[in-house]
């Protein structure tokens, strides 16, 4: 006998299965704490031991090829660069776009969308390097040999060491589909070295939807070693502008036995000497005001004292803290001056011949306050030779601006240093020159970042540009981790 059904009324069946909204919303946050707990587990599974391992050799595998790539500027040749990066994304299945001036010379621009609450982050590095001269380097500029912990070869700290973490970045993000509050793009430029025109200038000029972002970051800081110790991170706010001017001198042709007061080497060589001992005044600005502060506390007292010396408004009190950096830490001297250095001498053409035209060249950085509409006049007052001509040796290509420090990236650099280096964030006015430069005439806030590098390694001819540049594979990898956490940080969905 089958069992007897009870009969119920809709609106009783509704009644007994309706849940109480209290209940509803625990099991809503029950729900949403295990789909958190799940994230970080599946979090803490991919940085492990392992992982991490593979990870790196990913990362040494990227930057092995990019460096065995041969891409010096001139004549560039980027586009070798970028078929290599081309086939990495395509693998990943991570779209790009390809810009071109010089089709030999392409810049490559991948993009991870986010949600758009917030505007883009734009990560760069340029595939281009400087030239070699073979026959210096015991190994070869080409070969990304590995000897004893470090990776030999040009680019290997300027630049394809920041391409190369650019590259992991946004690997990563694809593969974890990580949620984005901000689209993550990234800028392989060519012509860093010495040709904007073909790269970021291009880019900034003709495609700047492409690449626009509230933030940027490229080469121009970097974290300083010391005896194998961590002593600080300079992080790029702003940079001098280099635009050489050249020094005319003329007079009469003669013979070299006939002594002349108009022979035209004697009058260039007087007005060398006398811009060289110029000291073009002293200027200090929000980035340079905040590094010599914070330097303070990483110093001996003595250096200490000079450091605040110079950022008092007397010249009496700033002026031999000024002299004592000249003399003693020359790149810090060149944070507050523009500087006039001497690079090129052109005159005659035989010892017995007093030639009737002469130049030199100066590689000028300009102090991004410096006014350029009066500087050639006052170095034609320095001189005082109205029979010589001053002119500039090439128009403005990297205009002088700066970033803000009181952003969220800056915030967040400074928190991601402390992090992964143990160390505080220094903002640093770069005395050379960046792709930044061009970024940051568009509104973008840059800010340079690097790996660490030994204060060593410069002198003992191991730095970028030298004839055995070099990197710390374990340098590399750190750098590769710090660059994708500090861009995750920054954009990640909140």
């Not at 025109?197 to 300083?224: L, P, T």
């Not at 502060?293 to 110093?299: A, H």
């Not at 992090?419 to 840059?446: E, F, W």
């Not at 590399?476 to 990640?492: I, Y």
């Amino acid at each position: 006998m089958p069992p007897k059904r009870c009969s119920m009324s809709s609106s009783g069946a509704r009644s007994r299965d309706r849940v109480p909204s209290d209940i509803l919303r625990g099991m809503t946050k029950r729900v949403l704490v295990a789909i958190t707990l799940l994230l970080l587990v599946s979090h803490v599974q991919a940085q492990t031991p392992a992982n991490l391992a593979a990870l790196d050799a990913e990362t040494l595998q990227h930057f092995q090829a990019l460096l065995k790539t041969d891409t010096q500027s001139p004549p560039g040749n980027e586009i070798r660069a970028v078929e290599y990066l081309k086939q990495v994304l395509d693998k990943e299945g991570i779209a790009y776009q390809v810009f071109a001036k010089d089709p030999q010379r392409p810049n490559l621009v991948a993009r991870i969308k986010g949600n758009g609450k917030k505007k883009p982050i734009l990560i760069m590095g340029h595939t281009d390097v400087v030239t070699v001269d073979a026959k210096k380097w015991t190994f070869p500029p080409f070969g990304a040999v590995r000897d004893g912990g470090y990776v030999y070869g040009r680019g290997a700290v300027d630049d394809k060491d920041n391409l190369t973490a650019a590259l992991m970045l946004i690997l990563r993000l694809k593969r974890e589909g990580t949620p984005l509050d901000r689209d993550v793009i990234l800028l392989a430029e060519s012509g860093e070295e010495g040709a904007p025109d073909v790269g970021a200038q291009f880019m900034a000029d003709n495609h700047f939807d492409a690449i626009n972002a509230e933030f940027c970051f490229a080469e121009g800081g970097g974290v300083v070693r010391e005896g194998g110790t961590v002593r600080q991170a300079n992080v790029g706010t702003t940079e001098k502008e280099p635009r050489p001017i050249e020094i005319i001198a003329r007079g009469p042709a003669g013979h070299g036995s006939v002594p002349s007061k108009n022979n035209a080497v004697t009058h260039l060589s007087a007005a060398v000497g006398k811009i060289a001992n110029w000291v073009p005044p002293l200027r200090i600005n929000e980035t340079t005001g905040a590094y010599f502060r914070k330097m303070q506390t990483l110093v001996t007292p003595e250096v200490a004292k000079v450091y605040r010396d110079v950022l008092s408004p007397d010249p009496k009190i700033n002026k031999p803290a000024a002299e004592w950096l000249l003399e003693n830490q020359p790149g810090h001297w060149s944070m507050l001056h523009t500087s006039l250095v001497p690079t090129i001498v052109d005159a005659g053409f035989r010892y017995n011949v007093i030639p009737s035209e002469v130049k030199a060249t100066f590689d000028v950085r300009l102090h991004p306050d410096e006014n350029q509409e009066t500087f050639l006049d006052e170095v034609r007052k320095v001189i005082g030779d109205p029979s010589g001509e001053v002119r500039w040796f090439r128009d403005r290509y990297r205009p002088a601006g700066g970033s803000r420090l009181d952003t969220e990236a800056f915030t967040t650099l400074e928190a991601q240093l402390k992090k992964h280096y143990d160390t505080v964030a220094l903002p640093t006015m770069g005395t050379g020159a960046t792709d930044m430069s061009n970024i940051r005439a568009k509104g973008p806030q840059c800010y340079g970042i690097g790996p660490a590098i030994d204060t060593e390694d410069g002198p003992k001819g191991f730095g970028a540009h030298s004839d055995q540049e070099r990197i710390l594979e374990s340098e590399l990898f750190r750098f590769t981790r710090f660059t994708s956490d500090l861009v995750v940080e920054l954009a990640r969905a909140k």
